[in-house]
């Protein structure tokens, strides 16, 4: 088994930082990383810490049955069958991070919410995001979090999935990069809200200036997302 003390790390500097950005809610919601290796294995959060308590030690190491393999606590079954079904869903996808923050779930609570191409925050997930526009309710159980995952699955570049009546799930190649995308996913949601909020048309970049602008941005996404996430890391301790 590959040396998971990077992985580890990461992880709960993501979930200390989630909670200083107010994503969470309560001690819902989750994290997890596949970890590379022949075998199938994933870091998760205990149910029941806090994200802001939550230290690398805590994770827990689970097999691909959802059976704890290193720690102590519980796996909440919603994560275990969002997560490794999500995982599944897209390779691609290191590490998947799973919220409820207040701007993102706001679209996901109005008719035909849609992240609209209205800033130059927005225009970095042009074609990179997808909408499961149906609720099943708690994914208690393992066929919902595999039809959750069926968008991901069916829409191999969409690294943004919106859940209606839910939240959110942002997947990326490493922690660093799902967090830079989380984060200025909850910047993108919380401009489109407030600028919906005055009651005005929101007025949309021009399709060729929204490409341009998320060829841009592609450009530096995980060199960006590795300073950001180092500097986040640096200031807070972690």
Not at 116 to 127: K, L, N, P, S
Not at 168 to 196: H, K
């Amino acid at each position: 088994m590959p040396d998971i003390t990077v992985y580890r790390r990461e992880l709960a500097a993501a979930f200390r930082l989630a909670a200083k950005f107010d994503y969470n809610e309560g001690i819902c919601n989750h994290f997890s990383v596949q970890v590379p290796g022949e075998e199938e294995r994933y870091l998760f959060n205990p149910y029941g810490i806090h994200w802001s308590e939550l230290r690398p030690g805590d994770l827990l190491l689970v097999d691909g049955k959802g059976e704890i393999l290193e720690g102590e606590g519980e796996l909440e079954a919603t994560a275990r069958n969002i997560h490794i079904a999500g995982h599944r869903a897209n390779p691609r996808h290191l590490c998947l991070l799973h919220t409820h923050m207040p701007w993102a779930t706001s679209l996901t609570m109005v008719e035909g919410g849609r992240l609209e191409m209205a800033h130059q925050t927005a225009a970095r997930f042009y074609g990179r995001t997808a909408y499961n526009d149906e609720f099943g309710g708690f994914a208690s159980g393992s066929e919902e979090g595999e039809r959750i995952a069926s968008t991901a699955k069916s829409d191999q570049k969409a690294d943004i999935v919106f859940l209606a009546h839910h939240g959110v799930i942002v997947g990326g190649p490493s922690v660093a990069t799902a967090f830079d995308d989380l984060y200025f996913l909850d910047r993108a949601c919380r401009q489109q809200v407030l600028a919906m909020s005055t009651g005005k048309p929101l007025k949309l970049i021009p399709q060729q200036v929204v490409e341009s602008t998320a060829r841009e941005w592609m450009n530096v996404l995980d060199h960006q997302a590795k300073l950001h996430f180092d500097a986040l890391m640096r200031i807070n301790n972690l």
